[in-house]
């Protein structure tokens, strides 16, 4: 267990709608990071957060934004959802840009 | 053509077999290295980090890196069928409008037969 925490585990839904994906970090760590896994892609960056500021962003759709609250945790949203969004989504937090943990992921299905 | 390279094999060998696994890169601002190993539907799970060129261990596993050919790669001496797994490099450079990004090779599927 890395002490990262994503909410919801799965989630179905269907073209054109919204989601929230969420993600809480290890206690201590101010660097959230959220990245996209599919089978042809494979795991990419999407966006980086230190103490609630955007650090680095990574090639995310407009249609994909983030943010990361006081309390440090962060959330993904996703709108306009299309059938090529389906992917596992991961978010990572760390101390330092190195050592970043992951999160177990949360599961997104577009039908 | 991919920044990073990494054979998706999938590598089947023998319990307590060593295990050599590799990726290349093009981009020569990376830094530090890493890898990760990822259970079937389970997040990433950082094994190492290595800064620079040169050879880090911890326990049965060894990473080496060689900056001058652009070649990392990950050893697993006595290999256990625990260790069956997807292996993932990665790498970032040392800052810029890339900070913290990451970027991974596709991954290594390897099984460990008993």
């Known amino acids: 267990d890395s002490g990262v925490t994503q909410t919801p585990k799965h989630l179905i839904t269907a073209t054109g709608q919204r989601v929230t994906l969420r993600c809480s970090p290890r206690?201590?760590?101010?660097?959230v990071y959220w990245y996209q896994q599919s089978l042809d892609q494979g795991l990419q960056f999407l966006i980086h957060?230190?103490?609630?500021?955007?650090?680095a962003k990574g090639n995310i759709l407009e249609r994909f934004s983030a943010q990361q609250f006081p309390d440090l945790h962060s959330e993904l949203n996703l709108s306009s959802l299309e059938l090529g969004d389906s992917a596992l989504y991961f978010c990572a937090s760390s101390r330092t840009n190195n050592e970043q943990f992951f999160g177990p992921g949360t599961r997104l299905t577009v039908l | 053509q991919k920044e990073v390279e990494q054979d998706p094999g999938p590598l089947s060998v023998p319990e307590g077999a060593i295990v050599s696994l590799n990726c290349t890169y093009s981009n020569s601002a990376f830094q530090y290295f890493m890898w990760y190993r990822q259970y079937s539907r389970k997040g990433p799970e950082l094994l190492m980090y290595?800064?620079?060129?040169g050879n880090k261990e911890d326990g049965r596993f060894t990473a080496q890196v060689d900056k001058s050919s652009k070649y990392i790669s990950l050893f697993i001496r006595d290999s256990q069928p625990s260790d069956s797994a997807t292996y993932l490099c990665?790498?970032?450079?040392?800052?810029?409008?890339?900070?913290?990004?990451?970027?991974f090779g596709q991954g290594t599927i390897l099984t460990v037969h008993p």
């Open positions: 990665a790498m970032r450079d040392a800052g810029g409008t890339s900070y913290g990004k990451l970027t």
């Open positions: 290595t800064y620079s060129s």
């Open positions: 957060y230190y103490n609630g500021e955007e650090r």
């Open positions: 206690s201590g760590d101010l660097s």
